[in-house]
């Protein structure tokens, strides 16, 4: 099977409202009078894969509810493929949006066959074109050879695929999926979303996708619109929220980091012991919260007579698979020592108590005011 390449989308802030698949105006939802979704904006381009991504209860869920027409908004506005589908007045319900649907809990009919189940979702086509549109998507996503088999028959994969097939024959405007990958084991899930990215790209369709899991958000969207407590608290490439968090919420739900206290010195310059930061933006004087990535340490051994800037002891070294982890103790002037993680390619395994230069590269290091969430 041929497998097309997969083209940047990179259409942030330039989308034509009226050719996006999906834009939320200031989108808001309650329950019980506590806010769940508070003040929800973003728009998905043509063919632009987005992720919702955040802790569990911040609000991803509702939101996506909302595209799909299973929650009305108390506020706001969204539209589809440049409809209108939800504000103040008016409410279209969801099998009238144009949205395909792939959710973890969203079975396929047991008493129905494979083909059955694809069939079942078109409308307004006669019966032997239904059927050659669900043939179409079972080949596309790999199940052409399935047609006839039942849902039990089928491994979790194989009915991810059918219910991506289903999801996909209408030729919605939009689709939106909520951890969709979340009930399978973790080496058919990796195959299973490989897959999908490759069949929704192909397909061209507006995606929005709902995941707890940065990585998994990094692998598969265009763009990324991190939550938190109801909040998007910043949009962007993948690349963006990973190298420039703008928070040290971003920063941390970003995978593990190093994380130290530090003062801002005069002319924004935050000295810490693996060298100065900068720290332009920050008040001069306050404590700062500094976050540095365990692969922006770089370790190497010492040459004879050498005296580099930092020196790091080695306490242990860990073989983790694609990478090693080290665990460093970094002089300070106090002598008190500062305990770092340093994530090295491959196997990397220093003895204890070797002595190594550390160096830092600053595009992984953030300075952020003390106490910000
Ligand atoms: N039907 C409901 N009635 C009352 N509260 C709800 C309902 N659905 C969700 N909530 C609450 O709204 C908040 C947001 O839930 P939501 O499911 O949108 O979050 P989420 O980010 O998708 O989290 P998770 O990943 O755990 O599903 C949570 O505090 C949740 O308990």
Do not use: W
């Amino acid at each position: 099977m041929r497998i097309d390449p997969i083209r940047p989308v990179s259409l942030r802030g330039e989308v034509d409202p009226d050719k996006a698949g999906l834009v939320l105006q200031g989108v808001r939802h309650s329950y019980g009078g506590e806010p769940v979704v508070d003040g929800v904006s973003l728009t998905v381009g043509p063919g632009e894969l987005l992720c919702l991504l955040g802790p569990s209860g911040c609000g991803k869920t509702t939101t996506l509810r909302i595209c799909a027409g299973l929650e009305a908004p108390t506020e706001g506005e969204v539209r589809v493929a440049g409809m209108l589908v939800a504000d103040r007045q008016s409410f279209v319900p969801p099998e009238r949006r144009n949205v395909g649907f792939l959710f973890q809990d969203y079975a396929l009919f047991p008493h129905l066959s494979v083909e059955e189940n694809v069939v079942f979702g078109l409308e307004g086509m006669p019966r032997k074109k239904k059927q050659e549109r669900a043939r179409e998507v079972l080949s596309q996503v790999g199940m052409a050879d399935y047609i006839q088999a039942y849902p039990h028959t089928l491994s979790g994969g194989q009915q991810q695929r059918v219910g991506l097939a289903r999801a996909l024959a209408p030729e919605p405007k939009l689709m939106l999926l909520d951890e969709p990958f979340s009930g399978l084991d973790r080496r058919l899930r990796d195959q299973v979303r490989d897959e999908t990215l490759h069949v929704l790209k192909a397909s061209g369709v507006a995606t929005v996708m709902v995941t707890h899991d940065p990585e998994e958000a990094m692998f598969m969207a265009d763009a990324i619109a991190l939550m938190n407590r109801g909040r998007i608290v910043q949009m962007g490439s993948p690349v963006e929220l990973y190298c420039y968090p703008k928070t040290a919420f971003a920063a941390r739900f970003f995978g593990e980091v190093n994380e130290f206290a530090a003062r801002v010195g005069a002319g924004g310059q935050v000295e810490t012991p693996l060298g100065p930061l900068d720290g332009r933006g920050l008040i001069s004087g306050a404590a700062a919260t500094v976050m540095v990535r365990p692969e922006a340490l770089k370790l190497a051994a010492i040459e004879d007579g050498a005296s580099p800037d930092v020196v790091g002891r080695v306490l242990a070294s860990r073989m983790l698979g694609r990478t090693s982890l080290v665990h460093l103790q970094v002089e300070t002037p106090d002598g008190a020592g500062l305990h770092l993680h340093a994530r090295v390619p491959g196997r990397y395994l220093p003895p204890p108590e070797e002595r190594l230069e550390v160096s830092l590269d600053r595009s992984l290091a953030f300075v952020y005011p003390a106490g910000q969430d």
